[in-house]
């Protein structure tokens, strides 16, 4: 492979290259060397009869953007990452789409799980059950234990999500949740093995947890930069709320 870009931050670093890599990949990686494995893997995009996708409400023309996102949903090559990150970690999380979430539940056995209800996820499109709630499955041993089996959110639409920040990906997370979770999971060390835009490694940033992340698309660093510079500790930020509440 080419020259891997690793961009190290203040408690993290991210690693431009497959997650799968035997050189830098997970692979690479002791096991059990690290505590919580957290990850929102990629599942697939929807084609339409015009030959463009709809990604979370963005349209993204075939030829340009191809690259940077699974086009169908693969067992073989879930299973494969799944198994190295069961071998890494000593815990993990999974925030699975409604689509394939029993596909997951039979094949790797989940200990248990917990909902997010998005209050305001309603549509009339024919997926709007699917924006109502997301499915977060729990596998090996927790320390500590959350606090609730089902979390009422708000998603961000409109010009309130765009308005935040300028990101490149098409459909980069909020913090959050996974902020109300590893606050209370308190795991030692964190690893995505599919950063996106980075809100992982921000949480973990916030929380001053060490953590690990890879991204296939090296075009997403940016929006992890913006990320990182974005992180306010004074008393009107999120991290001083979260130390102080």
Known sequence: MKNMITKKYKYGSAKFCDCLDEEHG?????????????????????????????YHGKTLKWDKKKEYFKDSFKPEWNLEWFKHLERVCNSIILVISEKYKYWWIRKTKPRGDL????????????????NQK???????KFKNRLHKDVINATLMW???KRGRQKFIHPSPKGTKIIL?????????????????SGSFGEAC????IPWLGYEINEIYSSDIDLRMSNIN?????????????
């Not at 997970?26 to 030959?51: C, E, F």
């Not at 909902?115 to 709007?128: D, K, L, Q, T, V």
């Not at 109300?180 to 996106?196: A, M, N, Y």
């Not at 940033?205 to 001053?208: A, D, G, N, S, V």
């Open 158 to 160: 409109g010009f309130l």
């Open 115 to 130: 909902m997010i209800h998005w209050r305001n996820g309603f549509s009339m499109s024919p997926i709007a059950n699917h």
């Open 233 to 245: 500790t004074t008393k009107s930020g999120i991290k001083y709320w979260l130390e102080n509440t």
């Open 26 to 54: 997970m692979p690479s990686l002791p096991d059990k060397s690290i505590d919580l494995g957290y990850t929102d893997p990629p599942w697939g995009v929807n084609m339409n009869k015009h030959n463009e996708r709809q």
């Open 180 to 196: 109300k979770i590893l606050k209370q999971l308190k795991p030692k060390s964190v690893i995505d093995p599919f950063l996106g």
């Open 205 to 208: 940033e916030i929380l001053k």
């Open 134 to 140: 997301s499915t977060y499955l729990f596998y090996g």
